[in-house]
């Protein structure tokens, strides 16, 4: 993992994250406020310490769409999609921004996966006209409000296309209805030197503003929502980033199977947590029924409007209307992956 530090850790009150996001602010000294202003489309966020990985050549397009799980073949300049790289066994391995300007496939990776990524890609490039480049040193990713995609004369950016239900796939939670549906979010990719200049005179909101909207979009991060276990179905991110009747590719027998016969052996939930005492459970602690544990805590944060939140992986069987409770602290739950 790159331990460069972001510029604009220098701006007025900037407080430095820590694990996977540290190197980028965490907040600028009001979180609240600052998730509020996010929230409201007058702030962006530093993703500076993102991964970016290129892919060039004429066979880019057809050979990422071989060992990936979403139709790429025929993605168009400036359209953004998403992407898994799954192991044999159909566990999530790799989680893929893309977008395209036509010349190359650009790619934002979660914080110090770009080099594990491009490890892989090279090793199954075989014989096709590709080359694959870690550009993380290079450019940097700005975080924004926005949902739409880059124009020309614009910054290259990928659009999240959650929780739209992308191409022949299947929502394992809500279509209707759903905490995200008018949610807007992109990354910028500018050359690391003119990140500030990026930014301009609009407002900085750290990470834990977009990471608290994001937990309060049931929006799955790869390392948080995932261990070496998950599969796509378990945390419904079939929605955006499989396509179902694609051909071939690593993990799709599993992704496959699941679908058509079975069920997957977690399910995310979003938990509303009781937020009387002064402090939170942290990502990883049991989430217990009674004296059993059900399952895991993934992300949590606290929300401007709904107070403390949080992610968990549960057993499929876990009651829906179940009170659970981690470290103490009860939670009360939304189902996200229907049981």
Not at 11 to 27: L, N, T, W
Not at 120 to 145: H, I, N
Not at 193 to 204: F, H, I, T
Not at 205 to 219: H, I, K, P
Request: hydrophobic content about 40%; aromatic content about 6%.
């Amino acid at each position: 993992m790159t331990t460069e530090r972001s510029s604009l850790l220098t701006r007025p009150g900037a407080v430095d994250g820590d694990g996977v996001d540290a190197g980028v602010a965490a907040h600028y000294g009001d979180p609240l406020r600052e998730q509020r202003l996010l929230s409201e489309g007058l702030a962006v966020v530093d993703l500076s310490h993102r991964g970016v990985v290129t892919v060039t050549g004429p066979d880019r397009l057809s050979w990422l769409h071989s060992i990936t799980t979403q139709q790429l073949t025929a993605l168009a300049p400036r359209v953004s999609a998403e992407s898994l790289v799954l192991t044999p066994k159909g566990h999530i391995e790799h989680s893929l921004h893309l977008v395209d300007d036509g010349v190359a496939t650009w790619i934002t990776t979660e914080p110090g996966d770009a080099p594990a990524l491009v490890r892989w890609l090279d090793s199954m490039r075989f014989m096709l006209r590709v080359e694959v480049s870690d550009v993380t040193a290079d450019w940097a990713v700005l975080g924004e409000p926005s949902g739409q995609e880059s124009q020309p004369g614009e910054p290259l950016a990928w659009r999240d296309p959650w929780p739209g239900l992308v191409g022949d796939t299947a929502a394992y939670g809500p279509v209707e209805g759903h905490p995200a549906t008018n949610r807007a979010w992109r990354e910028l990719l500018v050359p690391r030197p003119e990140l500030a200049a990026a930014v301009g005179e609009r407002d900085l909101a750290g990470t834990w503003a977009s990471e608290a909207l994001r937990v309060a979009a049931w929006r799955p991060r790869f390392g948080f929502e995932t261990d070496h276990r998950t599969i796509p179905h378990e945390v419904d991110w079939l929605r955006t980033a499989v396509h179902l009747h694609k051909g071939c590719y690593r993990g799709q027998e599993t992704v496959a199977r699941v679908h058509n016969l079975g069920r997957p052996p977690r399910r995310l939930v979003f938990l509303h947590l009781d937020g009387s005492g002064h402090t939170l459970p942290g990502a990883g602690e049991a989430v217990m029924l009674g004296d059993r544990q059900v399952g895991q805590l993934t992300s949590v944060a606290r929300h401007h409007v709904d107070g403390p939140i949080a992610l968990a992986l549960v057993k499929r069987n876990t009651p829906v209307d179940a009170a659970l409770a981690i470290g103490g602290i009860s939670a009360a739950q939304d189902e996200v992956v229907a049981p």
